[in-house]
Structures are given as structure tokens and as C-alpha cells.
T-cell receptor, first 113, second 114 residues
Framework: GESVGLHLPTLSVQEGDNSIINCAYSNSASDYFIWYKQESGKGPQFIIDIRSNMDKRQGQRVTVLLNKTVKHLSLQIAATQPGDSAVYFCAENPPSGTDKLIFGTGTRLQVFP | SAVISQKPSRDICQRGTSLTIQCQVDSQVTMMFWYRQQPGQSLTLIATANQGSEATYESGFVIDKFPISRPNLTFSTLTVSNMSPEDSSIYLC???????????FGEGSWLTVV
């Protein structure tokens, strides 16, 4: 299938290591944030979300950290696997009265054996 | 998770023609969103489609180029009009669903304009 994110920043990690993907968001009033994973040829897949009243949320092998002071979001993936190879996008929901999202530029995660 | 079906999944189109993309959701939703993802780029919101009213377009997108229909609470269409190679993109439908009010995406419609 077609490749997504041919010119994106790339993070290369060894299988089994932990990965940390960072994102700076734009609107200090945004109150909801989501991380998506996009594999080649597919649409974005929801990974984990966090609301602005929290600074950390954990899922299965993933953790999202929110630092509102510096408008920074990170996604931590534990014990990275080859199936984690994809482009990862953060998205913020600004206080627009709707559910529209503003997406970050994306990071390509490459996992090598 | 929501089941969001898009048609066509991919197409090759001649410049100057128009193509209508369909989005079908497995349950009723108030808002549906259309995004564009140009090659190597992130996602950009085109418009928000509410049932029974005109779509709300983001800056840089106009109704004449991207007319949208929302005839009921489970279906929407996006038309890409008078296509040029610059319209080659993935067009994605999105809705908010589930107990956690999570925002989900379809698999996208991958258009190539030649």
C-alpha cells in the first residue's frame, strides 16, 4: 500500500526497548488529546486519549503524559514490537464547541530486530 | 469502537472530473468530520457535517470544491470537484462514538488524480 509520512521525523528503536514519541500542541485551552497510529495503507487507529484534568494515563503497553505548562504530550510504548512500526500522530481538541481535531506533524516509528 | 465504512477505498481519477466519497457509520452520530491527508503530511480538517444543516468548512476549503451531503445520522458524502493532481490525497471520515466519546476514523479513500 501507499506509504504515509515519507518525510516525517523518524524514531528508530530496537525490538524490546521502550519508545517515547513527543508532540507539542498549539492551543493552551485544548482540553482533550488523542494519540493515533497509522500503518501503511490504513486510516488512523485510536491508541489512547487523555483529558486536560489529568497528567498521565496508562493503557496496555502505552502511557500518555501531558504537560500543560509547556504544551507537551508524549506517548510511551513499553517493550516495542515490530507491529508497533507505524506513523504516530498526536491530536488536540481545541475549545471550539465541536469535536474537530488539530493534528501534529507525526513521527514514524521504526522497530528493528 | 465505531465501524466506519468508506467507499471507494481507492481510485485513480482523471483531472477535471469529480468524485463522490461515501461514509457509512454503524450507528447514529450527530457530527461527522471530513479530513484530508496529503502525501507525506498530517491530517487537516476539511469540514464538519451535521445532519439537517449545511456543512461548516475550515479555512482554505470551500463548498464549491468540496460539497458535502448529510442526509441522515449514519451517512455522509464528500465530493471532490474538478480534480487536479494537487487533490491526490487520502480523504478520511471521522465520528465520535462509544462510552468514552472517542473519535474514530475510517480507513480512508485514497485518490490519485492523473
Amino acid at each position: 500500500g501507499e506509504s504515509v509520512g515519507l518525510h516525517l521525523p523518524t524514531l528508530s528503536v530496537q525490538e524490546g526497548d521502550n519508545s517515547i514519541i513527543n508532540c507539542a500542541y498549539s492551543n493552551s485551552a485544548s482540553d482533550y488529546f488523542i494519540w493515533y497510529k497509522q500503518e501503511s495503507g490504513k486510516g488512523p487507529q485510536f491508541i489512547i486519549d487523555i483529558r486536560s484534568n489529568m497528567d498521565k494515563r496508562q493503557g496496555q503497553r502505552v502511557t500518555v503524559l501531558l504537560n500543560k505548562t509547556v504544551k507537551h504530550l508524549s506517548l510511551q510504548i513499553a517493550a516495542t514490537q515490530p507491529g508497533d512500526s507505524a506513523v504516530y500522530f498526536c491530536a488536540e481538541n481545541p475549545p471550539s464547541g465541536t469535536d474537530k481535531l488539530i493534528f501534529g506533524t507525526g513521527t514514524r516509528l521504526q522497530v528493528f530486530p | 469502537s465505531a465501524v466506519i465504512s468508506q467507499k471507494p477505498s481507492r481510485d485513480i481519477c482523471q483531472r477535471g472530473t469529480s468524485l463522490t466519497i461515501q461514509c457509512q457509520v454503524d450507528s447514529q452520530v450527530t457530527m461527522m468530520f471530513w479530513y484530508r491527508q496529503q502525501p507525506g503530511q498530517s491530517l487537516t480538517l476539511i469540514a464538519t457535517a451535521n445532519q439537517g444543516s449545511e456543512a461548516t468548512y475550515e479555512s482554505g476549503f470551500v463548498i464549491d470544491k468540496f460539497p458535502i451531503s448529510r442526509p441522515n445520522l449514519t451517512f455522509s458524502t464528500l465530493t471532490v470537484s474538478n480534480m487536479s493532481p494537487e487533490d491526490s490525497s487520502i480523504y478520511l471520515c471521522s465520528v465520535k462514538r462509544g462510552s468514552g466519546n472517542t473519535i474514530y476514523f475510517g480507513e480512508g479513500s485514497w485518490l490519485t488524480v492523473v
